[in-house]
């Protein structure tokens, strides 16, 4: 399923499937913003929408699921109100997508790292293509951290050891690796892919809705029981986006120039 406008992010319905394309493929289909945004709304209108049955969400271009938030956002960010407040707002977002009262599925191809790794983690099933490259790379790249949240997503996921992996040593994992670690639930050559989603959304749109949902609500509650309360890391937040290295990290990525750390 191809984007057919210019929208940032797309809803295409096609008969009971609900397509949510993300669609800036000249920059690996990096958020902004207003496509948080739209994610949220969409994933509160789906969820009610009797019409939809199960929602996939994709990229566009093929290079890329989503290659995280866009960079030149975080520009302005002068305060810990600045970084916490964008931290609680994208908890908000994935909650919304997470919380979808229907299945959902996250087709991947290439890049699905920061945000788009995050996005990917809320849904209810993953299938990539062999050339899927999956993190969360901000210790090389930008000097931020996640909420507490998306690490106990991706802890339930991958378990903790391999968590360090993708936090700390900035690992992308592979297609083959990310099966074997539970993270995606099948790897498909990129040309039958979308085939193979739709049939999975088709299958899952004849069962019973009130047991996929009252499943997918069960386990959220179980997870749930798990986590740290949102909110308990906020002093983590506060230290690494409020810090020398994360502004001139950010002004290097944005310049494209060398950036060496300072731990200050």
């Known amino acids: 399923m191809e984007p057919k406008s210019t929208a940032e992010l797309e809803l295409i319905k096609d008969g009971r499937i609900a397509w949510l394309i993300f669609n800036r493929p000249k920059v690996r289909n990096a958020m902004t913003w207003g496509m948080y945004d739209s994610l949220e709304r969409h994933c509160q209108a789906l969820s009610e929408d009797p019409e939809v049955d ?83 790379p901000i210790a090389k790249t930008l000097g931020n951290c996640v909420s507490i949240t998306n690490v106990s997503r991706l802890v339930d996921l991958v378990g903790a050891a391999r968590a360090k992996e993708v936090l700390m040593l900035a690992k992308l994992f592979g297609a083959d690796e990310a099966k074997q670690a539970g993270l995606v639930t099948g790897v498909v050559a990129a040309e039958k892919i979308e085939a193979e989603v739709r049939q999975v ?64």
């Not at 019973?208 to 029981?225: I, Y």
Request: hydrophobic share 40%; aromatic share 8%.
């Open 54 to 136: 199960v929602v996939v969400l994709r990229g566009s271009g093929g290079e890329a699921f989503v290659a995280g938030t866009d960079i030149k956002q975080f520009t302005g960010f002068e305060t810990a109100r600045h970084a916490l407040d964008y931290e609680h707002r994208i908890d908000e977002v994935i909650g919304a997508l997470e919380s979808l009262g229907k299945p959902t599925i996250a087709l991947l191809e290439g890049f699905c790292v920061g945000g788009g790794a995050a996005i990917a983690m809320a849904c209810d099933f993953r299938y990539c293509t062999p050339d899927l490259r999956f993190g969360v």
């Open 201 to 264: 959304a088709e299958r899952l749109g004849g069962f019973a809705p009130l047991t996929l949902r009252a499943s997918k609500e069960g386990v959220s509650r179980v997870l749930a029981a798990r986590r740290p309360p949102a909110g308990s890391e906020e002093d983590l937040i506060a230290l690494c986006y409020t810090s020398r290295d994360f502004k001139s990290a950010v002004k290097a990525f944005v310049d494209k120039t060398p950036h060496a750390w300072r731990g200050e």
